[in-house]
């Protein structure tokens, strides 16, 4: 939960004891558009002063609009670059749109599909992230305002499959905690296609808490036959990477090499992301490397 101190003398600041002990990141507040509490989380937006609107749930920053692209783009089209042909894309989370902005740039996804639990993120992003939330009318898209846990065991059920699933989630304390244990990624496992992938934001970086990736990488091995962790760079996250953790169904699908590659008119649509980016987003520093896979 967002504490009264984390604005002070006109500053926000992001702080959590548990994920990030003894480090804060600032940004200045020019003026507070939005504080209230939803059903399920404190939701906070400001004007900053260098990043423009800035969506903030439970006191952590979630996308800010001058380099929200780094995150979008890459959680979305590391996967689907990766896939060699995208019809179906499942979000869960993400609720600022972000995602599926991205997603629906592919033109051979015929259905994109996103769960988010809570309503007041979508009303806001649309309101204050326009660009952001700028998808959310388009003819592939369908929203379903519910638990991304529970969508995922009645997909079970109703045996539906994906092609990709991107989880767009926030960190692992309030509604987004299960999406960082076994029993989610066992779900996510099954409502694959044989061919299918999914990502998932890994909430910390290397810098932060490495014994922790190194724990989700041990969780997500022991249910898929190939997971990566990569990274993107965002400057408003605290330590400026968040990783993302990366996995396939079959063993032979190759995620560090996509198999497709933008034309040039996607390209030009994108900001960060490229083949290059893409590979070189899995190269992790030796002591990373040597700390997550044991190699
Ligand atoms: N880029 C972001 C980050 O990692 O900082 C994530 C952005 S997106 C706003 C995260 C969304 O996940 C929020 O809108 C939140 O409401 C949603 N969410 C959290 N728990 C959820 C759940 N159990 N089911 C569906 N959506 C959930």
Wanted: contains cysteine.
């Amino acid at each position: 939960m967002m504490k009264s101190s984390q604005i002070r003398d006109g500053w926000f600041t992001e702080l959590s004891e548990k994920n990030f002990p003894g480090q804060g990141l600032s940004l200045k507040v020019e003026e507070v558009l939005y504080h209230s509490k939803s059903e399920f989380q404190d939701v906070l937006v400001f004007k900053s002063s260098t990043y423009g609107n800035v969506l903030v749930l439970d006191g952590i920053i979630q996308a800010t609009e001058r380099d929200e692209f780094a995150y979008q783009e890459m959680i979305a089209h590391i996967p689907l670059y990766a896939h060699k042909k995208p019809r179906n894309v499942l979000v869960i989370g993400g609720g600022d749109g972000g995602v599926l902005r991205e997603v629906v740039k592919h033109s051979c996804v015929e259905s994109a599909t996103l769960v988010e639990i809570d309503e007041m993120v979508i009303k806001l992003a649309k309101k204050y992230l326009p660009r952001m939330a700028s998808s959310f009318d388009h003819p592939k898209i369908q929203v379903k305002l519910c638990d991304g846990f529970q969508f995922l065991r009645d997909t079970a059920l109703r045996g539906q499959r994906y092609d990709v699933i991107i989880t767009d989630s926030s960190d692992p304390e309030g509604p987004a905690e299960a999406f960082f244990q076994k029993e989610y990624f066992e779900l996510l496992h099954n409502a694959l296609n044989d061919d299918g992938i999914v990502i998932a934001q890994a909430s910390e970086n290397v810098w932060l808490n490495i014994k922790y990736i190194q724990d989700l990488m041990c969780t997500v091995r022991s249910v898929f036959p190939r997971s990566q962790y990569c990274y993107t760079t965002v400057p408003t996250y605290t330590s400026g990477q968040l990783g993302l953790v990366v996995c396939s169904k079959s063993s032979s699908t190759d995620l560090i090499y996509p198999i497709r590659k933008p034309t040039d008119e996607e390209q030009s649509k994108l900001l960060y992301y490229n083949t290059r980016i893409h590979s070189a987003s899995f190269v992790l520093p030796t002591w990373a490397k040597l700390t997550i896979d044991g190699e």
